[in-house]
């Protein structure tokens, strides 16, 4: 028994190496496309699917084959090194990846450089020497403050507020949350209370540290949530525990995922920008910047709008999201 | 039941099928599978997970289990980062310190299961919060870089320019020194029949709680390693390190022939299993499928190896 182990694994050992060429098949494909892998934070919450959107445009109206990644679970920091790794072994011609956190695959990331694949980073920043250049949907500060603003005036300026991120390393997260310090501090009447709840992306974890701050704080006014999943779980939340109405929530999520508890009065508003044209104006950038053109300040994005450019970072425009315009909004 | 002490060949030799039939499929449908560069490259990735499924083995062979040992990897590692990121050490001497601690989390585990007679899953189920817990606590979820040059090529060197990654080569000798100790060695003998019958190994001479203990303490120990190796390949300390290594770990070692009650096992059959899954995920990714579908088929291939496991028992007894 132990000898037919021995042989069949002497006969892989010695087949594989064999068949293995060295170099492999570079992208792009059979038809000459750039291949273009965008890397999220995670897959199957409703801002990566508004985000895959995007990718399936621009392979259709760009010419090139883009494709959406990203690991199973929230946060999984290990699980983008691996995928950043893997698209290396494919050979394609451009990564573009939005990192649970920017110091772990900033390696990984500069080695794709050093493999002849160009590097970008979109929706959350990596290092900047690491990605040539980064697109946002927002300032990261700015929209943190411009939360909390509304947030702010909802409450008359008053009131005990809780914030939630949603992992605890990526860059825009912190920057978001940093933005969201920085505007209720004008309010003496606002205290954050602690700690900075972090929902890893995932609605159900939203959930559960909504109710637990609500048990430790009953008179708790409202909520500031910088991560899609935010506020939609802060809604069920308080519906769940009879607060739907009594709390003010301002969040960043899709319309689509919050639209009844807008028009119910759950949740007063969002900022954001709308997820497939982010990564519309991000691919198409990339074709562009491997065509040898960088992005240009007041660019024309087809059906996305001008992009602004301050160094290496791009901002398309944003929108806020209230009753008011909702169901003109289709993402 | 009868059961014949390290005979799980058999099933080792299932999980070979397996991973040849999966490699050729691969190699024919999946451009840059086969390439060289692909391979090392996936031999590094899997590097930690492979010292995790050694140490795995020993622990399911005598009769028990861990799921702790993520927990540990990740604790490890945040240790290192605190010691040499934070308050400027060494990297030798806090890897032995962060290494002495992953000690300690296996000799918790060991006694609490070798000398006080608990469940396995509880107690490990305990450490896994208590190590995963401490790894967040140390600095909040913050991750740490910022280590010196000398520790970050480490895990991208390669072994004297043979283009083998080091770290691979280093699982691959803990690989080799794992299948010795557990065939040729008494300690190897002892950990089987431990695993087989406790009470007749008892009655023959073995002390059963210290090769149990000596079990947990390894794999343990060989967590710690695998923290600080996963630490120097991305050169940053993370909380999450080590997440889900305690599924993969057990998954490979059922793939590989070792039975889930003890008594049975093959390291080299482990070292299949960890093949098998790597080249699963690789196949998969280099085709682009999200690895939702990698995780779905991971949980039916363990499915499938527990009832052939569950199976060939029945035959055999």
């Excluded at chain 1, 950043?84 to 080695?111: C, F, G, M, W, Y």
């Excluded at chain 1, 949530?225 to 069920?236: K, L, N, Q, R």
């Excluded at chain 2, 290192?80 to 585990?109: R, S």
């Excluded at chain 2, 710690?224 to 070692?253: K, P």
Aim: with cysteine.
């Amino acid at each position: 028994m132990n000898r037919l182990f021995l042989v069949v694994a002497a006969a892989l050992a010695a087949a594989v190496p064999g068949c293995a060429r060295p170099g492999g098949d570079g992208a792009p494909d059979g038809q000459g496309r750039p291949h273009v892998v965008f890397i999220f934070k995670v897959l199957g919450i409703p801002y990566a699917d508004s985000l895959k959107k995007g990718a399936d445009r621009a392979s259709r109206e760009l010419g090139m084959r883009a494709e959406l990644l990203g690991p199973a679970t929230g946060n999984d920091i290990q699980g983008q090194i691996n995928l950043i790794e893997d698209q290396i072994a494919r050979k394609v011609d451009a990564i573009v990846v939005s990192p649970n956190d920017a110091d772990s695959v900033r390696p990984a990331l500069r080695r794709a450089e050093r493999e002849g694949i160009a590097v970008y980073a979109w929706d959350a920043d990596a290092s900047e020497d690491a990605r040539r250049f980064y697109v946002a949907g927002c300032d990261d500060v700015q929209i943190g403050v411009d939360i909390a603003e509304r947030l702010a005036r909802d409450l008359g300026g008053k009131g005990k507020v809780a914030i939630m991120t949603g992992g605890l390393t990526a860059k825009n997260l912190m920057l978001h949350v940093e933005g969201v310090r920085k505007g209720l501090k004008k309010y003496p009447g606002i205290t954050v209370v602690e700690p900075l709840l972090a929902n890893n992306d995932q609605k159900d974890q939203a959930i559960k540290g909504a109710i637990s701050i609500l048990q430790k704080h009953p008179d708790l006014a409202g909520f500031a949530c910088v991560s899609s999943p935010g506020a939609p779980g802060v809604a069920e939340a308080l519906i769940q525990t009879g607060k739907a109405g009594k709390v003010k929530v301002w969040g960043l999520s899709l319309p689509s995922e919050i639209r009844e508890h807008v028009k119910n009065g759950v949740v007063s508003g969002a900022i954001l920008w709308n997820p497939a044209d982010l990564t519309f104006a991000t691919a198409y950038l990339v074709k562009q910047d491997l065509e040898g053109q960088k992005p240009r300040d007041g660019q024309e994005i087809p059906g996305v709008g001008r992009i602004r450019v301050k160094g290496t970072q791009v901002l398309i425009p944003g929108v806020v999201i209230t009753k008011d315009n909702i169901d003109r909004l289709d993402f | 039941m009868k059961r014949t002490a390290g005979t799980g060949a058999l099933q080792s030799a299932g999980s070979l099928v397996i991973l040849a039939v999966l490699t050729v499929y691969f190699s024919a449908t999946r451009d840059g599978f086969l390439d060289a560069g692909n391979l090392l490259s996936l031999a590094r990735q899997y590097s930690e997970l492979g010292l995790v499924a050694v140490g795995m083995t020993l622990v399911i062979a005598a009769g028990g289990i861990d799921i702790s040992v993520g927990g540990t990897v990740g604790l490890t590692g945040m240790l290192l980062g605190v010691l040499v990121v934070h308050n400027g050490w060494d990297v030798l001497p806090a890897a032995v310190l962060a290494l002495a601690v992953a000690g300690c989390v296996g000799a918790l585990n060991g006694a609490a299961v070798a000398y006080l007679g608990m469940q396995p899953v509880l107690v490990t189920l305990a450490t896994m919060s208590l190590t995963r817990g401490a790894a967040y606590v140390l600095t909040g979820g913050v991750s740490l870089s910022g280590y010196p040059d000398g520790f970050t090529d480490f895990a991208a060197a390669d072994l004297g320019g043979t283009g083998i990654p080091l770290p691979a080569a280093i699982t691959g000798a803990a690989f080799v020194a794992g299948a010795i100790v557990l065939r040729r060695t008494a300690f190897g003998r002892a950990v089987l029949a431990c695993g087989a019958s406790p009470e007749a190994a008892g009655l023959s001479g073995i002390r059963v709680r210290r090769v149990r203990f000596a079990t947990y303490l390894i794999l343990s120990l060989l967590g710690g390693a695998a923290g600080i190796m996963l630490t120097s390949r991305v050169s940053t300390s993370f909380a999450d390190a080590g997440r889900n290594y305690e599924f993969e770990a057990i998954t490979a070692v059922v793939l590989g022939g070792t039975s889930l009650s003890g008594g049975e096992a093959s390291v080299l059959g482990t070292l299949a299993g960890v093949c098998t899954m790597a080249v699963l995920r690789n196949g998969l990714s280099l085709a682009g499928e999200s690895d939702l579908t990698r995780t779905q088929m991971l949980a039916a291939a363990l499915i499938a190896a527990v009832l052939i496991d569950n199976l060939r028992r029945r035959l055999t007894a």
